[in-house]
């Protein structure tokens, strides 16, 4: 079986061509996500650096929540990904349905713990005008949360169902409404007064459920749906259906929140800095991620493949999905990271006017190059193991590379030795790496036995 894997260049090339077609929506989708986050950046950045760095500390904060959230609704592309690949159709409906009570609950929680989070803001000894602003940032955009969480939901059918063009047609969505809402609340315009870091939070938040609004009415529209009926009928909550989400996702969601978690607690280190290195790191985080989205949309992609895969019992199709996911994750991983290497001042320029700020961040941009590669294989093999419902020994491998690697080596690189932002950073380099080793052994070890 391995021998025919292997010598079948023809279908090596059918894989990579269906991976890259249903990949390319998922990562402009999720491009567009993060340009949402660019533009609170870019606005925030020529309001004034206190106000970029309340935008960066409270967006850091929301995104160490939402990444735990999100990552209990990633069950859902899987699970519909094998029921569809199985032939199940008549239960994608309800399963969807169930998912919806859940993304309601996480969405609730998510609303609570944005609006309590100042006292963490404080205990870290991050100045008070930012956590003032920052505060009224996390206020601002907890009104979103349930949106927020309802969205993945839409997200996690369609996907699941390999239709992944509306991910890309949403994303884009919010991006062209963020710059216009955004401007004019936090500059003020129209009478309207200028509302800061807090009118980033509300532009955000608005967005959010004009998102949601959307997506939903094209599901209930579009023909590719009414097969699996996920409008209906109104379900209560099945809590065997919601507690079987919640065996695969909260594993997930654990280590997305450990990856969420390494790079939030860099940030929040790194905010008892100063504003200009505050600033100059989020400038140089914010590029990573963008680049972050290309692998990522691969990985989701790769989640559908190998979830796909599974339910026809094709074993050979797991090895092909899940390794030429990662083989089209180091394409795209190899551009970003000669962009960074190659231009990190020019870059850095268009994020920001204070000189200080735009050299240091362009130092980090050189060591967020080295890492490139790391993050695109941790991610994509991440992906495939979802794919096989494989989450728990994930977890484990995210909680010993993010938080017995990456953060103690920081840590004492950044704040022991002296070295600043750049130790910090070199922290995460280690982090990622061990990552992305064990979880591209752990998916050959599996693709390897699996039988269908």
Known sequence: MLSSFRNEPARWRREFRDTLVLAAPLVLGQLSAMGMNVVDVLLAGH?????????????????????????????????????????????????????????????????????????????????????????????????????????????????????????MYFGFLGLVLL?????????????????????????????????????????????????????ARFDWPHWHTIFGLLRLGVPMGVALLMEAGLFVAAALLIGSFGTTIVASHQVAINVASVAFMLPLGVAMATTVRVGRAV???????????????IGVSLLTQTVSCAAMALAPHAIAALYTDDADVAALAAQLLLLAAIFQFSDGIQVTANGALRGLKDTTVPMLITVLAYWG???????????????????????????????????????????????G
């Open 47 to 167: 309001f004034n650096a206190q106000t970029l760095a309340a935008v960066a500390i409270g967006t850091s904060v929301w995104t160490l929540a939402i990444v735990a959230a999100i990552g209990m609704m990633l069950a859902l592309p899987p699970s519909v990904a094998q029921l569809a690949g199985a032939g199940a159709q008549d239960k994608i409906g309800a399963l969807f349905r169930q998912a919806l009570w859940l993304a309601l609950a996480l969405g609730l929680a998510l609303f609570v713990g944005a609006r309590y989070a100042e006292p963490l803001l404080r205990a870290i000894g991050i100045g008070l005008p930012i956590v003032e602003d920052a505060q009224k940032f996390l206020c601002a955009i907890s009104w979103g949360a349930p949106a927020l969480t309802g969205y993945f939901a839409l997200r996690g059918l369609s996907e699941g169902l390999a239709l992944t063009r509306p991910t």
């Open 179 to 231: 710059a216009p809402i955004g401007y004019v609340l936090m500059y003020g315009v129209f009478g309207l007064p200028a509302r800061g870091a807090q009118g980033s939070g509300m532009a955000t938040a608005i967005v959010l459920w004009l998102q949601l609004v959307a997506f939903a009415g094209y599901i209930a529209a579009r023909r590719h749906y009414r097969p699996f009926a996920p409008f």
């Open 405 to 451: 690697i990456g953060m103690p080596l920081g840590y004492w690189l950044g704040v022991g030795l002296g070295l600043g932002a750049r130790g910090i950073w070199i922290g995460l380099i280690a982090g990622l790496t061990g990552a992305a080793l064990l979880l591209f052994v752990r998916f050959a070890r599996l693709a390897r036995n699996y039988q």
């Open 311 to 325: 339910g026809r019992g094709d074993a050979d199709g797991v090895r092909y999905a899940g390794f030429v996911g």
